[in-house]
């Protein structure tokens, strides 16, 4: 847990229970009746619909652990793409982003986001 004042464009939170990646943020002044607002707009990672988050400054909000990890694309099957871990030769199947292209044998980045796996570059 991490205050939303601490939080940057670029930084991931949860909101709603998925994982985001915050796209803008902006911070109100404090008014005469309470504290200063902040609003953060964010992108689901895996879903990739658009959420948004109005709290105060000091709220806590949740911060999902995200590991970077390497591995090689071993086939492809239409928009499914098995990959090979390159540190623990884990087999898995991940879906190819709709604006990205990748050839068998190519050595990619997924993200690990709590067990849920994403396929995000080279």
């Known amino acids: 847990m991490v205050e939303i004042r601490t939080l940057k464009e670029g930084n991931y939170i949860k909101i709603d229970g998925e ?3 915050i796209i803008s943020m902006s911070k109100g ?3 005469k009746h309470g504290e ?3 609003k953060v707009e964010a992108i689901g990672i895996f879903d990739g619909k658009k959420r948004m ?3 105060p400054v000091t709220a806590n909000v949740e911060v999902p652990m995200i ?3 390497k591995g090689q694309i071993v086939s492809i099957q239409g928009n499914i793409a098995q990959l090979m871990d390159l540190e623990t030769y884990e087999m898995f199947d991940l879906t190819i982003p709709s604006n990205k292209e990748f050839k068998e044998g190519e050595e ?3 993200i690990d986001v709590e067990g849920k796996k994403a396929l ?3």
């Open 19 to 21: 994982p985001c990646k």
């Open 29 to 31: 002044k404090t008014s």
């Open 36 to 38: 200063a607002k902040a």
């Open 53 to 55: 988050l109005v709290k």
């Open 67 to 69: 590991l970077k990890k």
């Open 108 to 110: 990619v980045v997924y």
């Open 120 to 122: 995000i570059g080279k």
